[in-house]
């Protein structure tokens, strides 16, 4: 029962801490024998499988640099504009690497619909919409890098408030995971004081009832919470 207790008390603090600690607690339970090149394989699989899914800090935070790349680029083309390098030309040299606008690029070379290009990237980068618009309406020339600028900029600002935004709804998120792992942390305190909660939720019908409404009500909440935070979110 201890070791079931330990094994509870272990879930609870991998469901709460963000993926880099829980690499350092795996280390910490390994007694520190985790090697460097472990620990950072360990880091990037969990990272990546989780931003696969779309859940968690991970696929945030992956959201959170593709946007910012977004509007670096959309600034260094302001600036290419502005300089006086050809439309074209300074789309090619602002992309980034990897480029933020790949279609883009490839409607250059092939001298294709540049705006119809720049859409399509829209959709992984839904800043760039504007850039479409502004590159179909435009003429390639001064007006073309007057509204490129005034795009970039807005980009900017509403990057600025979605950084804050993002640090206000860090709390909630925080509370959510706090919440959804204190019935483990429960029970492990039942186990401990020599109570059997796991034998009664699992051997009894009353206890089976239980645990399936509190899972069903646990998941919900957690979903309805990153289902506000997320809405938040989309009216940036």
Known sequence: MRVLAVLLAMSAAWLVVVPPQRVRLVAVLAGGSVSGSLRTRVQRLGASAVARVGLGPASRRRRAEGRVRAVQALGALAAELESGQPPQVALVRACGRPPVWPHALSAVRLDGD????????????????????????????????????????????????????????????????????????????????????????????????????AIGLTLLGTWWTGRIASAVERQL
């Open 114 to 213: 540049v705006a119809e290009a720049l859409e399509r990237d829209a959709h992984r980068h839904e800043v760039l919409r504007q850039a479409a618009a502004c590159w179909r309406i435009a003429d390639h020339g001064s007006g073309l890098a007057a509204s490129m600028t005034r795009v970039a900029a807005s980009a900017r600002v509403a990057e600025d408030v979605r950084v804050e935004m993002e640090g206000q709804l860090a709390g909630p998120r925080a509370t959510a995971r706090t919440l959804a792992i204190l019935p483990l942390v429960g029970m492990g305190f039942g186990v401990m004081l020599g109570s059997d909660p796991i034998g009664w939720l699992l051997g009894s019908t009353a206890g089976r009832a239980c645990l399936g409404v």
